[in-house]
């Protein structure tokens, strides 16, 4: 699939600040006033600016509220309705703990869930998707689910629990890489069985379908050489996981944890761009390219 910059940021971002949501929601960190509000802007500007950056992505982002009428059979519906209401009941819980300096425990906790429900049914719009094998296996909530959670504990000042989320999200990542390269193949399907004319023989392209590029191509079958997706994966895992574990394992430090949280946002960068470039769609059959 093509890595478009607008998803790549949307996915990566959001996936960060509702991460972060669902800390705060618990009440990590202890927070109130000035430095609640603090916590809450880095949050918001987050998500929402995630939000925001996929609409880029859209042909017509006009209209993108015509989503929310399709809540009952897409995900991406469910995606906007979980996000609106998320960032609804967490505005009214950090109302509470920055102006009054009170923590509505039950409204936090709603609010959390709320937000990793959103970053939940960000993957389901990936993961549903059987045209693409890599994406469509429970893996790929899990690696979405996790990155974001991990991403808030390191956001959230929650050393303990970063270090152990991260570890966790690399585990993820390893075999989401390692299960993805095996899926196209396990799935069965080539080009005999999408045209159903491998019983009559041996089914081959008699020519290109097209004599130059177009949609379908440019979208969907995107190439990335095995060589340089090796050396990507070494770079996002060490800048995503490997360096802010070392970080947060010395003394603690404002400016090593900036380290680490920008060391972690520029690995996810990395991860996602591979998870968008090596999903292999089945349209590339009909074009050779799988």
Not at 162 to 167: E, G, N
Not at 222 to 236: E, P, Q, S
Request: net charge positive; charged share 10%.
């Amino acid at each position: 699939m093509h890595p478009a910059p607008s998803v790549i940021f949307f996915s990566t971002f959001s996936g960060l600040g509702f991460g972060l949501l669902f800390f705060l929601g618990f009440g990590f960190p202890a927070v109130t006033g000035f430095t609640a509000f603090a916590f809450f802007a880095i949050a918001y500007v987050l998500a929402v600016g995630g939000l925001i950056a996929s609409t880029f992505h859209l042909g017509h982002p006009e209209r993108a509220l015509k989503a929310f009428t399709q809540w009952r059979s897409s995900w991406l519906s469910r995606e906007g309705w979980c996000a609106v209401a998320a960032l609804l009941v967490m505005a009214l819980y950090g109302a509470g703990l920055v102006f009054l300096e009170q923590r509505w425990t039950v409204l936090g906790i709603i609010g959390a869930f709320l937000s990793i429900g959103t970053v939940f049914t960000t993957a389901m719009i990936y993961g549903q998707l059987k045209t693409v094998p890599r994406w469509n296996t429970p893996l790929t909530p899990a690696y979405l689910l996790s990155i974001s959670i991990a991403g808030g504990a390191l956001m959230a000042g929650q050393i303990t629990w970063a270090i152990a989320l991260l570890v966790l999200a690399g585990a993820v990542q390893v075999i989401t890489w390692t299960m993805g390269d095996n899926a196209f193949e396990s799935a069965g399907t080539d080009l005999a069985s999408a045209t159903q004319l491998g019983n009559i023989g041996t089914v081959r392209s008699f020519e290109p379908p097209h004599t130059g590029t177009n949609y379908l191509l440019r979208e969907f079958v995107y190439v990335i050489g095995r060589k340089h997706a090796l050396k990507l994966r070494v770079i996002a895992l060490g800048l995503m996981v490997v360096l802010p574990v070392l970080v947060l394992l010395l003394p603690f430090n404002h400016w090593l944890a900036l380290v680490a949280v920008l060391s972690h946002v520029a690995g996810v960068l990395a991860s996602r761009w591979l998870f968008f470039a090596q999903a292999e769609h089945v349209v590339g059959l009909y074009y050779g390219k799988r």
